[in-house]
T-cell receptor, first 112, second 113 residues
Framework: DAKTTQPNSMESNEEEPVHLPCNHS???????IHWYRQLPSQGPEYVIHGLTSNVNNRMASLAIAEDRKSSTLILHRATLRDAAVYYC?????????????FGGGTRLMVKP | DSGVTQTPKHLITATGQRVTLRCSPRSGDLSVYWYQQSLDQGLQFLIHYYNGEERAKGNILERFSAQQFPDLHSELNLSSLELGDSALYFCASSGSFGANVLTFGAGSRLTVL
């Protein structure tokens, strides 16, 4: 799977929007962009995924650049509960093992 | 509750010992994945089973083995334990082989003294 680059950490104020960036300049045409997060002392949790178009769900929005070399996870209104490590992962459509390869992620800190 | 059940939650044992970690996937999920998370290595993929068959192996040591049983639960066996095996072990499950989303359990924390 292709590599992603994320900032090590970010800070946000409670109730403000958060934009978490991810660069994936070597993405291939069949790579899906997945986001997972890991809250303290818990297992990773699926957030959202997309291929080319922007995606919205109840947790977040995913904005994908036109050339697909970068993407942004948007939390519309951060809460203290959103403090977690956020992982941006590329997953090939033909990934025989179908597993996720985690990088270092971005540690999001939310200030009250 | 994610629907993926891992036992035990915590385990403390000594070097040289053997332990078994158990995972029950979400109802209906055929795939089980095992991951190891230590402080210095992050989340590392160990092994993937689909409907009882091994499908992919990651950085799994020869001292470690796993299997998935006919009822789809899985066990990860860790033997000849070393201090460096202390870590969180996560199990995840997904539905069909090509399904996009993995659902993770709460993990088993192993401490080797």
């Amino acid at each position: 799977d292709a590599k992603t680059t994320q900032p090590n950490s970010m800070e946000s104020n409670e109730e403000e929007p958060v934009h978490l960036p991810c660069n994936h300049s070597t993405i291939s045409g069949t790579d899906y962009i997945h986001w997972y997060r890991q809250l303290p002392s818990q297992g990773p949790e699926y957030v959202i995924h997309g291929l080319t178009s922007n995606v919205n769900n109840r947790m977040a929005s995913l904005a994908i650049a036109e050339d697909r070399k970068s993407s942004t996870l948007i939390l519309h209104r951060a809460t203290l509960r959103d403090a977690a490590v956020y992982y941006c992962i590329l997953r090939a459509l033909n990934n025989a093992g179908n597993m996720l390869t985690f990088g270092g992620g971005t540690r999001l800190m939310v200030k009250p | 509750d994610s629907g993926v059940t891992q036992t035990p939650k915590h385990l403390i044992t000594a070097t040289g010992q053997r332990v078994t970690l158990r995972c029950s996937p979400r109802s209906g999920d055929l795939s089980v994945y095992w991951y190891q998370q230590s402080l210095d290595q992050g989340l590392q993929f160990l092994i993937h089973y689909y409907n009882g068959e091994e499908r992919a192996k990651g950085n799994i040591l020869e001292r470690f083995s796993a299997q998935q049983f006919p009822d789809l639960h899985s066990e990860l066996n860790l033997s000849s334990l070393e201090l460096g095996d202390s870590a969180l072990y996560f199990c995840a499950s997904s539905g069909s082989f090509g399904a996009n989303v993995l659902t993770f359990g709460a993990g088993s924390r192993l401490t080797v003294l």
